[in-house]
């Protein structure tokens, strides 16, 4: 059992996702699969649902983590589809299950964080009023979600060319 149970629980929920259907997983599933008690579940997680929201938001942070030190805005955006469509089965398995408007609502607000930091980070200057920024961060996170979604479903899309869309979208310069 790798160290940080935590990420082995969601691991093993991925695992399973591949299998059967996400609404059929079960707490007594993981721990057979993982090789540990109902307790150290519950010590992690409260429930299912639980799991599903915590595995969400590792995507978006693990792409904000990671493109917060790259030098543009359209790599960094790259980073974000890279993450997303090398997660996209699962994430899509999630969206076909029948916690679809909880698993979208976990993406969207952790899509909002992770813009808010990469906001703070690189454009330290941007001044919002806390009203206009919270618009801000639920349309481009809204944004983002549907086109994430959409590059799961598909398989022939140019990364390099929808991320430099994308940032000149962001930036304001392609309309």
């Given amino acids: 059992m790798p160290s940080d149970t935590k990420q082995a629980i969601a691991a093993a929920f991925a695992q399973l996702s591949q299998k059967k259907p996400v609404d059929k997983i079960t707490v007594k599933d993981l721990v057979e699969h993982c090789g540990i008690s109902r307790q150290t579940f519950y010590y992690h997680f409260q429930d299912i649902l639980d799991v599903m929201e915590w ?11 990671n493109s917060l030190h790259l030098p543009s805005e359209a790599e960094a955006i790259e980073e974000f589809i890279v993450v997303a469509t090398t997660y996209g089965d699962v994430l ?3 969206m076909s299950s029948q916690k679809r408007e909880q698993v979208e609502s976990f993406f969207v607000t952790a899509m909002s964080t ?5 906001i703070i980070a690189r454009k330290p200057d941007w001044k919002f009023n ?5 618009v801000v961060l639920r349309f481009y996170a809204c944004g983002m979600t549907g086109v994430i979604l959409d590059l799961c479903r598909r398989k022939d899309v140019d990364y390099k060319q929808l991320s430099v869309q994308l ?3 962001l930036s304001g310069n392609l309309i």
């Fill in 55 to 65: 595995s969400i938001r590792q995507l978006p942070q693990k792409a904000t983590d």
């Fill in 92 to 94: 899509l398995r999630l």
């Fill in 114 to 118: 992770c813009i808010h930091q990469f």
């Fill in 130 to 134: 806390q009203a206009d920024l919270t």
């Fill in 167 to 169: 940032a000149e979208l």
